[in-house]
């Protein structure tokens, strides 16, 4: 386990609602790289109810802690790369996943060497729309985290899950950034920071990242002083046992998003 924190507990109903996340295969994934983990429970990963209003009040504030996004239509073969281009230039969302409901997978991810090691870091949570409840109030479920320790950075593991897909909207995410804890403090709850990005992969004709079949490359700011380079410049090539994203000097996450209702293929591709 990488944290002592407590999840929060929920209703019946939630827990049905939810049913649907499961773990991923762990093959592919280096275990130096990934700390594996068995279910969301056991790794303390928080599945709360959160309203968007409150939970985006202050992301005026602070560190931004999401750079940017970018895609690629599938991951590389072996001895293979895939260039990566920025996910603002997916022309046209995928209707499917209207249907199909999304599957999204953590493929794999690496904290830039920059930080390694340092206190605090950067988690990713998943809102799920839900009928009992208003659609500015979904279910938060934290499926991803990266965190500083004094002998090793603590990575979640790898996981999939899967997400209804509301016309209106599409896959929404939030990217938050940790600041350094005490060891005390780790076995409550923290508060929510104020340093959060909100995250649509969307199926509207709006600006931003569209929801497609592919591979999606989060892109995180830890200080003020990170920074990256053009997408185009970048590529994701496999390694042994897991993918890199060669050029970054930054902390990123590697995900892959496919219908719900597809057989998983991690080099799926989308065109």
Known sequence: MTSRKKPHAYHASEDQEIAMITNSESKGIPRREFLRISSAAAMGLAVVALGEKKLFAATSSGIIPLMDVGYAPSLPATGYSVPLASASSILSPDPRFI??????????AKRAASHAGAPGGIAVDALFPVLHRRPDDPIRFGFFSMNGRADSDAVSGPLSFTVQVPSTSGVSLVVRRQRPTIEAELTAQPPLEPEVSPLTLSLGNVAG????????????????????TDWRRMSIAPTENSYVISGATFSYLILNVDYADAAPDRRHAAH
């Open 209 to 228: 990242p569209k929801l497609a079949r592919g591979v999606y490359v989060l892109a995180f700011r830890e200080e003020e002083g990170d920074s990256m």
């Open 99 to 108: 249907s199909s409901g999304a599957r999204v997978a953590v493929v794999a």
